[in-house]
């Protein structure tokens, strides 16, 4: 496969297999069963007929595909649920059969939720789960939680009256640019949230609970998915809101109303160990895990030999690219000369905004192993690199990534673009227009994490 062509088909390939993997209706489908009275979720077994009512809520970027799984296999069975997404990510797409992304109205209530920062209809969702797991809790009944990425700011409620939309979003937003880990954020947020960290599961304590999981975070950290409305963080790995508002030097960007709460941070209350005999169930369905997966059996189908940086993830942007070039070299050196080289590395990059341009840690990613390769591979080789979001959305731009090879920097500096000033303005996405080389998928009702797929051959 020497022809750079091919070589960039096959990335495109490799990525589309990847997201069939990850399919989160699929994932939900394939995870319960339905036979006479009992419920059959993953190894978990339910009587039904100790249940007169079944409730739902989903929330994230995969809440829809989910709800309309769960609903698939429950029919008449399921009361009621609530669904809160953002549209944003739910545009269904023309090749999708429209059961992937249809409710009934009259078991479900949608709302659509702000995606990076909250908005009024993630508080009014907050407010309708409120109302739902009241009646739940009253009817001791059976509630599902559908949770995915991206439900942190979907469904939202301050911990204290005195903060208010603005203060959740002016906060989220300095959150999310300060280039702290999904941890530390998370940590923070539940600080002044009413429904993170398990706030939103212990409003119905009288009921058997189950959550399934689309997970966006490192494995094990199911906790920090949407922030863990259903679950709080291990004691051992909780981390301090105030020490993460000191470290990034915060103090001075959040409104007063969230410090207060920070520095006056209530326990959490584990209802996962509750001591009552109660349901309590998290189980992860498909995480970056499985589409690191999906895609190095798609890349050993197209006979590359594989290579799996386990530890290449969630370092720094500028780190994390360094080190898949050195790897990636290392991987050419030891493997045979004819053979057609594929390193995949998931997870997501730190990615601190510099600039006021469009673009996101998967755009960047791409533009800087493209400037390394310039200066790292020989004229024999031919390079591809497909970085992209797998829930087809990175940053504030409208594209999922990008894909790069040998020969993006001298196309781009011979129509006058700058790579190094494009990646000073955060203005990756615009680079990757100019050149027609952004990946655009639309929303794939999925998200587990990046993805990052570096191909290399030799040359004929």
Same mark, same amino acid.
């Given at each position: 496969?020497?022809?750079?062509?091919?070589?960039?088909?096959?990335?495109?390939?490799?990525?589309?297999?990847?997201?069939?993997?990850?399919?989160?209706?699929?994932?939900?489908?394939?995870?319960?069963?339905?036979?006479?009275?009992?419920?059959?979720?993953?190894?978990?077994?339910?009587?039904?007929?100790?249940?007169?009512?079944?409730?739902?809520? &989903?929330?994230?970027?995969?809440?829809?595909?989910?709800?309309? %799984?769960?609903?698939? +296999?429950? =029919?008449? @069975? #399921?009361? !009621?649920?609530?669904?809160?997404?953002?549209?944003?990510?739910?545009?269904?797409?023309?090749?999708?059969?429209?059961?992937?992304?249809?409710?009934?109205?009259?078991?479900?209530?949608?709302?659509?939720?702000?995606?990076?920062?909250?908005?009024?209809?993630?508080?009014?969702?907050?407010?309708?789960?409120?109302?739902?797991?009241?009646?739940?809790?009253?009817?001791?009944?059976?509630?599902?939680?559908?949770?995915?990425?991206?439900?942190?700011?979907?469904?939202?409620?301050?911990?204290?009256?005195?903060?208010?939309?603005?203060?959740?979003?002016?906060?989220?937003?300095?959150?999310?640019?300060?280039? &702290?880990?999904?941890?530390?954020?998370?940590?923070?947020?539940? %600080?002044?949230?009413? +429904?993170? =960290?398990? @706030? #939103?599961? !212990?409003?119905?304590?009288?009921?058997?609970?189950?959550?399934?999981?689309?997970?966006?975070?490192?494995?094990?950290?199911?906790?920090?998915?949407?922030?863990?409305?259903?679950?709080?963080?291990?004691?051992?790995?909780?981390?301090?809101?105030?020490?993460?508002?000191?470290?990034?030097?915060?103090?001075?960007?959040?409104?007063?109303?969230?410090?207060?709460?920070?520095?006056?941070?209530?326990?959490?209350?584990?209802?996962?160990?509750?001591?009552?005999?109660?349901?309590?169930?998290?189980?992860?369905?498909?995480?970056?895990?499985?589409?690191?997966?999906?895609?190095?059996?798609?890349?050993?189908?197209?006979?590359?030999?594989?290579?799996?940086?386990?530890?290449?993830?969630?370092?720094?942007?500028?780190?994390?690219?360094?080190?898949?070039?050195?790897?990636?070299?290392?991987?050419?050196?030891?493997?045979?000369?004819?053979?057609?080289?594929?390193?995949?590395?998931?997870?997501?990059?730190?990615?601190?905004?510099?600039?006021?341009?469009?673009?996101?840690?998967?755009?960047?990613?791409?533009?800087?192993?493209?400037?390394?390769?310039?200066?790292?591979?020989?004229?024999?080789?031919?390079?591809?690199?497909?970085?992209?979001?797998?829930?087809?959305?990175?940053?504030?731009?409208?594209?999922?990534?990008?894909?790069?090879?040998?020969?993006?920097?001298?196309?781009?500096?011979?129509?006058?673009?700058?790579?190094?000033?494009?990646?000073?303005?955060?203005?990756?996405?615009?680079?990757?227009?100019?050149?027609?080389?952004?990946?655009?998928?639309?929303?794939?009702?999925?998200?587990?994490?990046?993805?990052?797929?570096?191909?290399?051959?030799?040359?004929?």
């Amino acid at each position: 496969m020497s022809n750079l062509t091919q070589l960039r088909l096959a990335a495109r390939e490799i990525f589309n297999a990847t997201l069939q993997g990850a399919d989160s209706y699929e994932g939900v489908r394939g995870a319960i069963a339905l036979n006479g009275s009992k419920l059959q979720i993953c190894d978990v077994t339910i009587d039904l007929t100790d249940h007169q009512k079944i409730y739902s809520i &989903a929330i994230g970027k995969a809440a829809l595909p989910m709800a309309a %799984a769960l609903e698939y +296999v429950l =029919g008449y @069975r #399921l009361t !009621a649920g609530i669904i809160s997404t953002s549209s944003r990510y739910n545009a269904r797409r023309a090749s999708e059969p429209a059961t992937r992304s249809q409710v009934s109205n009259s078991r479900h209530t949608v709302f659509d939720g702000g995606h990076p920062e909250p908005n009024e209809q993630s508080l009014a969702a907050a407010q309708a789960c409120f109302d739902l797991l009241k009646r739940a809790d009253e009817a001791r009944a059976l509630v599902i939680f559908l949770i995915s990425g991206g439900g942190s700011a979907m469904l939202e409620w301050p911990i204290s009256e005195d903060i208010s939309l603005n203060d959740l979003r002016a906060t989220n937003n300095v959150l999310v640019n300060c280039g &702290a880990s999904i941890s530390e954020i998370n940590a923070v947020r539940r %600080a002044f949230s009413g +429904v993170k =960290g398990g @706030r #939103l599961a !212990a409003r119905a304590t009288n009921c058997d609970q189950i959550t399934l999981i689309v997970s966006d975070v490192p494995a094990g950290q199911g906790y920090n998915v949407a922030s863990g409305p259903t679950l709080s963080p291990p004691s051992d790995v909780a981390l301090s809101a105030r020490e993460i508002v000191a470290g990034y030097e915060l103090r001075s960007k959040l409104p007063e109303s969230v410090l207060r709460a920070v520095y006056s941070e209530q326990p959490l209350r584990k209802v996962e160990s509750d001591g009552s005999s109660y349901l309590r169930k998290h189980l992860v369905l498909l995480d970056n895990t499985s589409a690191v997966a999906a895609a190095a059996q798609a890349a050993r189908d197209r006979n590359f030999y594989v290579e799996i940086a386990t530890d290449i993830s969630d370092q720094s942007i500028e780190k994390g690219c360094a080190q898949l070039m050195t790897r990636l070299l290392q991987i050419q050196q030891g493997a045979q000369q004819s053979s057609a080289t594929c390193l995949i590395s998931g997870g997501e990059f730190s990615c601190p905004v510099r600039g006021q341009g469009i673009g996101g840690r998967n755009l960047e990613s791409a533009l800087r192993l493209a400037c390394s390769s310039n200066l790292s591979l020989s004229d024999s080789e031919n390079f591809v690199a497909l970085c992209a979001g797998t829930d087809g959305i990175d940053g504030n731009s409208p594209a999922a990534g990008a894909i790069v090879d040998n020969t993006t920097i001298s196309r781009a500096r011979a129509i006058g673009l700058d790579p190094e000033g494009y990646l000073s303005r955060s203005d990756s996405y615009s680079f990757f227009v100019a050149l027609g080389d952004v990946i655009t998928t639309g929303p794939t009702g999925t998200n587990v994490r990046d993805l990052r797929i570096l191909l290399t051959t030799l040359t004929q």
